[in-house]
T-cell receptor, first 113, second 115 residues
Framework: GNSVTQMEGPVTLSEEAFLTINCTYTATGYPSLFWYVQYPGEGLQLLLKATKADDKGSNKGFEATYRKETTSFHLEKGSVQVSDSAVYFCALYYGGSQGNLIFGKGTKLSVKP | GAVVSQHPSRVICKSGTSVKIECRSLDFQATTMFWYRQFPKQSLMLMATSNEGSKATYEQGVEKDKFLINHASLTLSTLTVTSAHPEDSSFYIC???????????FGPGTRLTVL
């Protein structure tokens, strides 16, 4: 079946450090892939997405590349800020217009000044 | 654009009462709305999918008589937790999508506490 696996947290970094959060997926067909971010006490916000192999999604300094050969969609940022502290969810979408999002378990990121 | 609101943001109720949560798409027409439940430090669990003007489709294990979903217009969906019990306490999040798309826009969530 379809599933998403992301690295367990929490991840604690110092400000300006490099961030990688690993995400791999299992899916039939060609799903769209997403990263969502959840700040404390809030709902999810779409961070970036990619819809086909080799696409790179980017937003707010974050990037992720859709790698079909390794079934991965790792999230990266070159220099994190304290304001990036949040929980990050990797997700895949399958099933056309009535399809569903499958979420990973989330990775909590804490950035220290 | 693509803003989704939820009301209330936080609600506390007594066991046995019913609680209604509203989800609104503010600047687009949501042909499909989704309701999720999130337990502490865990991922989102899809509860049901609703299309405007039709009955909701519930995920396996979700009681349709307990979690009543109404999607009466293209901008509003409601989730009513009937006869709430402490185990229903959770963070409920809705999302909305317009047309045949893979992108959902999420509301800020509603924290329900049942005493």
């Amino acid at each position: 079946g379809n599933s998403v696996t992301q690295m367990e947290g929490p991840v604690t970094l110092s400000e300006e450090a490099f961030l990688t959060i690993n995400c791999t997926y299992t899916a039939t067909g060609y799903p769209s892939l997403f990263w969502y971010v959840q700040y404390p006490g809030e709902g999810l916000q779409l961070l970036l997405k990619a819809t086909k192999a080799d696409d790179k999604g980017s937003n707010k300094g974050f990037e992720a590349t859709y790698r079909k050969e390794t079934t991965s969609f790792h999230l990266e940022k070159g220099s994190v800020q304290v304001s990036d502290s949040a929980v990050y969810f990797c997700a895949l979408y399958y099933g056309g217009s009535q399809g569903n999002l499958i979420f990973g378990k989330g990775t909590k990121l804490s950035v220290k000044p | 654009g693509a803003v989704v609101s939820q009301h209330p943001s936080r609600v506390i109720c007594k066991s046995g009462t019913s609680v209604k949560i509203e989800c609104r798409s503010l600047d687009f027409q949501a042909t499909t709305m989704f309701w999720y439940r999130q337990f502490p430090k865990q991922s989102l669990m899809l509860m049901a999918t609703s299309n405007e003007g039709s009955k909701a489709t519930y995920e396996q294990g979700v009681e349709k008589d307990k979690f009543l979903i109404n999607h009466a217009s293209l901008t509003l969906s409601t989730l009513t937790v009937t006869s709430a019990h402490p185990e229903d306490s959770s963070f409920y999040i809705c999302s909305a999508a317009s047309g045949a798309t893979d992108t959902q826009y999420f509301g800020p969530g509603t924290r329900l506490t049942v005493l």
